[in-house]
T-cell receptor, first 112, second 116 residues
Framework: GDSVTQMEGPVTLSEEAFLTINCTYT??????LFWYVQYPGEGLQLLLK?????DKGSNKGFEATYRKETTSFHLEKGSVQVSDSAVYFC???????????FGAGTRLFVKA | GAVVSQHPSWVICKSGTSVKIECRSL??????MFWYRQFPKQSLMLMAT?????????EQGVEKDKFLINHASLTLSTLTVTSAHPEDSSFYIC????????????FGEGSWLTVV
């Protein structure tokens, strides 16, 4: 079945460091890919998405490119801030479907 | 923009009692809503798909008699945890989409359940 694998955390970075959180997927068809963020004590918020190969999703300085050849959707940010500390979930949803499959989540700590 | 709201955000109940969590789509109609459960430091696991006007579809391993789902209207789905036990303590989150498959899915804020 469909699945999402993302790098284990926690990831600890200093402020202004470069962030990469790896995400790979297995899916039939051509899924849409998402990154969600969960801040402490809150629900999920959609961070960015990409719906087809080579699309780049971006928001709040975060970027991820849909790579069909490597079945990946790695999340990157050039300069993290303390306020970026959260849990990040990679997810996929197949075309025409509602069901969202989540990765295990990666906790990010950013130190001042 | 579209908003999905859950209530309550936090609930503490005694072991053996039942607790109801509501999920509302505030400015769109949702024929389908989803209920997820998240254990501490783990990912979200889909529990069931809630279909307006019909029975919910439960994922394998989820007890349908324990987690009762009712989707009585196009804007409200409820999850009732019956005869709750401490191991049911978790973060429950719902999501909804305005109709057509493939549309954006919106998540609620989540509900923290603690069973003592």
């Amino acid at each position: 079945g469909d699945s999402v694998t993302q790098m284990e955390g926690p990831v600890t970075l200093s402020e202004e460091a470069f962030l990469t959180i790896n995400c790979t997927y297995t899916a039939t068809g051509y899924p849409s890919l998402f990154w969600y963020v969960q801040y402490p004590g809150e629900g999920l918020q959609l961070l960015l998405k990409a719906t087809k190969a080579d699309d780049k999703g971006s928001n709040k300085g975060f970027e991820a490119t849909y790579r069909k050849e490597t079945t990946s959707f790695h999340l990157e940010k050039g300069s993290v801030q303390v306020s970026d500390s959260a849990v990040y979930f990679c997810a996929l949803r197949n075309t025409g479907g509602f069901k969202t499959i989540f990765g295990a989540g990666t906790r990010l700590f950013v130190k001042a | 923009g579209a908003v999905v709201s859950q209530h309550p955000s936090w609930v503490i109940c005694k072991s053996g009692t039942s607790v109801k969590i509501e999920c509302r789509s505030l400015d769109f109609q949702a024929t389908t809503m989803f209920w997820y459960r998240q254990f501490p430091k783990q990912s979200l696991m889909l529990m069931a798909t809630s279909n307006e006007g019909s029975k919910a579809t439960y994922e394998q391993g989820v007890e349908k008699d324990k987690f009762l789902i009712n989707h009585a209207s196009l804007t409200l789905s409820t999850l009732t945890v019956t005869s709750a036990h401490p191991e049911d303590s978790s973060f429950y989150i719902c999501s909804a989409s305005p109709g057509v498959a493939g549309n954006t899915i919106y998540f609620g804020e989540g509900s923290w359940l603690t069973v003592v």
